[in-house]
C-alpha cells in the first residue's frame, strides 16, 4: 500500500474526481486493465446499532466470499430502485438506502468492467431471510463488542475481496468515497487477486485505510 502523487484521472471513476483526495493505492501492476464495456451493479449494507449485515455467497462469482447485497441493474431500472429489489430478493427485507460510494471493478477473466454503486442503510424493516444466493449474517462493525458479548462475530476481513478492507473504513464511517480494484488470475494459486487499486475520499478528511 502506498500513497503517491494525485494522478490527473483514474479510468472509471473521470466524474468528480476533481473532488476526490487519494487516502490508498498500490498493486504490482504498473497500467489498468483495458476494458470496451460497463456493466453497472448495486452493492447494498445494512447497518443495525453496532452491527452490520453481510451475505455470505452460496453460489456463482465470489462463491464463499462475504459482501452486501446487490447485482445488476436491469433495462428501465435505475440504480437506486435495482439496489432496493436486491436487498429484498437476496435478505428480504427493505432500507432506506443512501449511495455512499463508487467501486469500479475490473478482472482478467471477463470482457467488461463492473461499475458498482454502493449503498449503505442504516435500519432495515421486514424480516430477514436467506436465498438461493446468499446467507445473511450479523456482524460486529468493532472488535471489542464481539469480544464484550460474544453475540455476533467480527467482521471477517479475511473472507472479503481482497481490497474490500481499503474501503470498507468509509463504508463504516459514513464517508462518501470512490475507488478502482483490478484483478488477474494468479498461475500459482489460480484465483483472483488484486493487481491494481486506487482509492480516495469526496472532500473533508478521513484516515488511511490500514
Not at 504490482?28 to 451493479?41: L, N
Not at 466470499?65 to 437476496?90: C, D, H, I, M, Q
Not at 436465498?131 to 450479523?138: A, D, I, L, V
Amino acid at each position: 500500500m502506498s500513497i503517491s502523487s494525485m494522478p490527473e484521472s483514474i479510468p472509471g471513476l473521470e466524474k468528480d474526481f476533481n473532488l476526490l483526495r487519494e487516502t490508498v493505492s498500490g498493486g504490482t501492476s504498473t497500467k489498468w486493465i483495458d476494458h470496451k464495456k460497463v456493466k453497472f451493479y448495486t452493492n447494498a449494507f445494512i447497518f443495525h446499532e453496532n452491527k452490520v449485515l453481510l451475505g455470505y455467497k452460496k453460489r456463482g462469482f465470489g462463491l464463499h466470499k462475504y459482501n452486501g447485497f446487490g447485482g445488476k441493474v436491469e433495462l428501465g431500472e435505475t440504480s437506486p430502485e435495482a439496489a432496493a429489489r436486491e436487498l429484498e430478493e437476496e435478505a428480504g427485507i427493505k432500507s432506506a438506502l443512501k449511495h455512499i460510494g463508487v467501486l469500479f471493478f475490473l478482472s482478467d477473466d471477463e470482457d467488461c468492467a463492473f461499475h458498482i454503486d454502493i449503498y449503505r442503510g442504516d435500519g432495515f424493516t421486514g424480516v430477514i431471510t436467506e436465498s438461493e444466493e446468499m446467507r445473511p449474517e450479523w456482524f460486529f462493525t468493532h472488535a471489542d463488542d464481539s469480544l464484550d458479548t460474544g453475540a455476533a462475530p467480527s467482521i471477517p476481513y479475511e473472507q472479503l475481496w481482497e481490497t474490500d478492507p481499503y474501503w470498507f473504513p468509509y463504508l463504516l464511517s459514513n464517508t462518501p468515497f470512490r475507488g478502482r480494484a483490478d484483478f488477474r488470475t494468479d498461475p500459482d494459486e489460480g484465483k483472483l487477486l488484486p493487481c491494481k487499486w486506487w482509492f480516495g475520499v469526496l472532500g473533508g478528511s478521513a484516515e488511511v485505510a490500514d
